[in-house]
């Protein structure tokens, strides 16, 4: 299958800071990735859809000014949480489409906000 | 609204037995179907993917695909413990997004 990439896997930022998480698609390029975030025991939450040189298009109820999405290349992807509280302290995790149908996962970035 | 839905579960299942995971699904469009992996603190991973209806078979897992029902299930066989985690209903229909059933847990007792 297909590989994704995430970077980091893991981070502890301070309340009112922001934070980058980057997605790669190794071995394809992807025009379309996706960002999820899951709380635990919850199933995935679709955040929003990146699309390569255009905006991403967040889903009802994602602040689109707090979670910023840049996706320059058909590689590479990134969530920016601004300004991150506690409350933003989630699993996040991108996924990339190497051809029409399945979809990929990459591992995955927890973050802390304390 | 599209919507998947999983039984809710848990599920448990003796070592050897085989598993069964099932999914409904609302939209009479939706063209892929898929069922991913979750263990415990892990991203999803992609375990079987089926697009026309019957049986699609993959070493020890099975999908079944009933599009006039609006159905679709994972048989596992010889579950092993290692099969112990969240399985995933996915369904796309006509644009690129997924939408996910809440999943399955499922344990398997050595």
């Known amino acids: 299958g297909a590989v994704v990439s995430q970077h980091p896997s893991w981070v502890i930022c301070k309340s009112g800071t922001s934070v980058k998480i980057e997605c790669r698609s190794l071995d394809f390029q992807a025009t379309t990735m996706f960002w999820y975030r899951q709380f635990p025991k919850q199933s995935l939450m679709l955040m929003a859809t990146s699309n390569e040189g255009s905006k991403a298009t967040y889903e009802q109820g994602v602040e689109k000014d707090k979670f910023l999405i840049n996706h320059a290349s058909l590689t590479l992807s990134t969530l920016t949480v601004t300004s991150a509280h506690p409350e933003d302290s989630s699993f996040y995790i991108c996924?990339?489409?190497?051809?029409?149908?399945?979809?990929?996962f990459g591992p995955g970035t927890r973050l802390t906000v304390t | 609204q599209k919507e998947v839905e999983q039984n809710s579960g848990p599920l448990s299942v003796p070592e050897g037995a085989i598993a069964s995971l099932n999914c409904t699904y609302s939209?009479?469009?939706?063209?892929?179907f898929f069922w991913y992996r979750q263990y415990s603190g892990k991203s999803p991973e992609l375990i079987m993917s089926?697009?026309?209806?019957g049986d699609k078979e993959d070493g020890r897992f099975t999908a079944q695909l009933n599009k006039a029902s609006q159905y679709v299930s994972l048989l596992i066989r010889d579950s092993q413990p290692s099969d112990s985690a969240t399985y995933l209903c996915a369904v796309k229909g006509g644009s690129e997004k997924l939408v996910f059933g809440k999943g399955m847990k499922l344990t398997v007792n050595p």
């Open positions: 089926i697009y026309s209806n």
């Open positions: 996924s990339a489409t190497p051809e029409a149908y399945e979809q990929y």
């Open positions: 939209d009479r469009g939706s063209q892929s």
